[in-house]
């Protein structure tokens, strides 16, 4: 599967620690291999993955093609963008 990050996420990958930035690349290789799992509330088309403890890689899948929207460092920031969705 191809896989496409969006610029917000490239930041948000920049703005990490090596070794964190190193657990997201992992898991996007992951997800690249497996389909999507658990799917965001709200009725949004996004997928979103636990990458550790506080930290979530939000995805969607179209066209065998894997696009990595957002990746969160830290859980608050994850809720917060959620709860622009409720």
Not at 6 to 30: G, N, Q, T, V, Y
Not at 36 to 42: A, E, G, K
Request: charged share 35%; hydrophobic share 40%.
């Amino acid at each position: 599967m191809r896989v496409a990050i969006s610029e917000k996420a490239e930041k948000d990958l920049d703005d990490m620690e090596p070794a964190l930035r190193k657990f997201f690349f992992k898991h996007i290789e992951k997800i690249s291999q497996m389909p999507p799992r658990r799917h965001m509330r709200f009725g949004l088309p996004y997928n979103v993955e636990d990458v550790t403890k506080a930290a979530r890689l939000v995805y969607y899948t179209e066209n065998e093609t894997l696009f990595i929207l957002r990746c969160f460092s830290r859980h608050k920031e994850y809720e917060k963008w959620y709860m622009l969705f409720r």
